[in-house]
């Protein structure tokens, strides 16, 4: 008997960390290597790091979302959800210490879909049972300097190559209708059925049939 879409999120989420990027296609480059985390190895400063780089990369789109604003405390609640992992680069300089290139924050789960399929006057089971397993980008952000220099493809590619292998239906994720150049990078990438979502300054947008 296959699975159902529940059992595959779930097989998702109990995978051991050390095999489940396993059979991926990982490298970088000889000086730049990444590390998957969940909450439970993801260093309190990498952490720290990462929620402030969500800051002064976005600060002033969220501050300007009047639906949305800054708040550390809620950026930080939403970066630790119980299933977050994290997939971190790393340069190492010769002779310097290692430098923090950008992350990917993302979760296996169930999710509405992101396209036409459904009726939206339909009932609240309708619509859990329109629910699919997706791999969902949470955050992808790079450090200034590595930006515009294949990282981001580098990481998206990851997270179809792991929805893939874990039999979820779609890539989704949300960005600000303001964040011209992510959406002019997601649009490269042919991400392109996009969502209103509930929230007027953001929209969603998915890639579906990665299996
Ligand atoms: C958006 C972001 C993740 C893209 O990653 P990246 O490594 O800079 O993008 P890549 O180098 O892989 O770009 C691939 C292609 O996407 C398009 N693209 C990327 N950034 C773009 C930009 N600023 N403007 C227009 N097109 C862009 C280009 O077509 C690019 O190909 P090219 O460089 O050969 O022209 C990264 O710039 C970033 O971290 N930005 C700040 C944080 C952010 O907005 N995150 C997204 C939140 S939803």
Same mark, same amino acid.
């Given at each position: ?8 999120? $779930?097989?998702? #989420?109990?995978?051991?960390? *050390? ?7 990982? *490298? ?9 985390? #969940? ?5 309190? &400063? ?7 780089? !969500?800051?002064? #990369?976005?600060?002033?789109?969220? $501050?300007? $979302? ?14 630790? &959800? ?5 997939? @971190? ?30 009726? /939206? ?11 699919? /397993? @997706? ?39 949300? @960005? ?5 150049? $992510? ?11 996009? #969502? ?14 990665? !299996?």
């Amino acid at each position: 008997m296959s699975p159902t879409d529940v059992e595959l999120v $779930a097989a998702a #989420n109990s995978t051991p960390l *050390g095999s489940l990027l396993e059979n991926c296609q990982t *490298g970088l480059s000889p000086t730049i290597s990444s590390t998957l985390y #969940n909450l439970q190895t993801l260093p309190s &400063e990498t952490l720290d790091w990462a929620l402030d780089l !969500v800051k002064r #990369n976005l600060y002033e789109q969220y $501050a300007a $979302a009047k639906d949305t604003g800054w708040s550390s405390k809620d950026k930080l609640a939403e970066m630790t &959800e119980e299933n977050a992992l994290y997939v @971190v680069a790393t340069e190492q300089r010769p002779g310097g210490p290692a430098e923090k290139v950008g992350f990917l924050y993302f979760q296996f789960t169930m999710e509405d879909s992101c396209d036409d399929e459904g009726d /939206p006057e339909s009932s609240d089971q309708e619509s859990e049972d329109r629910q699919a /397993p @997706v791999i969902y980008c949470y955050e992808l952000q790079l450090e200034t300097g590595y930006q515009r220099r294949g990282f981001g493809t580098y990481f998206m590619d990851m997270l179809e190559e792991l929805g893939s292998k874990y039999r979820m239906r779609k890539s989704m994720l949300t @960005v600000f209708k303001s964040n011209t150049a $992510a959406i002019a990078f997601y649009q490269k990438r042919g991400l392109d059925r996009w #969502n209103i979502t509930e929230q007027p300054s953001t929209a969603e947008a998915c890639r579906a049939g990665l !299996v």
